[in-house]
């Protein structure tokens, strides 16, 4: 019996008859886990797969949420039009190229 738990992105496994704690933050641990218990649970591994990538996924989103959050938080004005840095950068570019990377890593479809 196992008793499964999502912090922080991180997956903890507790196996109530060994009492083992496990703390998996990548999809590839879950068959580490499976492997040490010595077991094949079809079902369980790909629950763990599913609840594992979405927590990743969720990490994803989340980094690039902040990344917006902390360009627009040190952007500044001048004549009218934001810059971010000291490039010369609008943020409005800044934005495009986080999107982008946001849809290659994200794997999302361009809107």
Known sequence: MYQFRNEHGIMKIYDTRTHNL???DKPADVIKVVELLNEKPAEQLADLTRRLEAAEREKEIN???G???GVTRFAWWKNGVQYVGTTGKTLKLAYEEIRQEEIATLK????
Do not use: G, I, N, V
Not at 108 to 111: M, N, P, V, W
């Open 108 to 111: 999302l479809e361009s809107k």
């Open 63 to 65: 980094f690039f949420d």
């Open 22 to 24: 496990y703390w998996l």
């Open 67 to 69: 990344l917006r959050a």
